[in-house]
């Protein structure tokens, strides 16, 4: 059974960046694709993008070009989020997901982070 | 990017009665050389992370009550809930993963009637 256990809560001004960690257990990373889901307060699901070793591509939305990057240490198994040039609509809670089966579904998630951007 | 829609947007189904979700791609999610259809649906509870219920359109996830079922293929999906239980007061979303961007449905709120 795979466990994602991510970061914890994090405030920052406008204009920072945030990283996000997503350690995996049950699992190798190199097992795993990994994709990134935020949910802003009330809203529904945006899926930002991931990495599926299978292709060895790590694909973005496109909204979030320029300013995400989402990396693995695959000798700490723990995958990593990081967007810049943070605004008041980055707040959002920012969760990573597994697939197992490198289908594209996401069959297990972390806990989630929130992150909240106000100045 | 593929657009999905979902139908209705909140639904109130009594104790026992089943409850019945759309969900709509811009164009199909049927890859052809697998006869597979890309498409979850998931179930979101207050507070908590989504949870995967069924995959490739049909396939129920390991430990997803049988009251869950999936159905439909290219642009048009549904999920049902046969035997509405109070524990399945969520947010249901579906998603495809045909073509990245791999977009979700706007959601479908289910509450007790």
């Known amino acids: 059974q795979v466990q994602l256990v991510q970061s914890g809560a994090e405030v920052k001004r406008p204009g920072a960046s945030v990283k996000v960690s997503c350690n995996v257990s049950?699992?190798?990373?190199?097992?795993?694709?990994i994709y990134w889901v935020r949910q802003a307060p009330g809203k529904g699901l945006e899926w930002m993008g991931g990495y599926d070793p299978e292709d060895g591509d790590t694909t973005y939305e496109q909204k979030f070009q320029g300013r995400v990057t989402m990396t693995e240490d695959t000798s700490t198994d723990t995958a990593y989020l990081e967007l810049s040039s943070l605004r008041s609509e980055d707040t959002a809670v920012y969760y990573c997901a597994a697939d197992n089966l490198h289908s594209g579904s996401c069959f297990y998630w972390g806990q989630g982070t929130l992150v909240s951007v106000s100045s | 990017d593929i657009v999905m829609t979902q139908s209705p947007d909140s639904l109130a189904v009594s104790l026992g009665e089943r409850a019945t979700i759309n969900c709509k791609s811009s164009?199909?999610?049927?890859?052809?050389?697998?006869?597979?259809?890309?498409l979850a649906w998931y179930q979101q509870k207050p507070g908590q992370p989504p949870k995967l219920l069924i995959y490739?359109?049909?396939t129920r996830e390991s430990g997803v009550p049988d009251r869950f079922s999936g159905s439909g293929s290219g642009t048009e999906f549904t999920l049902i809930i046969s035997s509405l239980q109070a524990e399945d007061v969520a947010v249901y979303y579906c998603q495809q993963y045909y073509n990245s961007p791999f977009t979700f449905g706007p959601g479908t709120k289910v509450d007790i009637k």
């Open positions: 049950g699992y190798t990373l190199t097992e795993l694709a």
């Open positions: 164009q199909s999610v049927l890859y052809g050389s697998n006869n597979k259809n890309y």
């Open positions: 490739w359109a049909s």
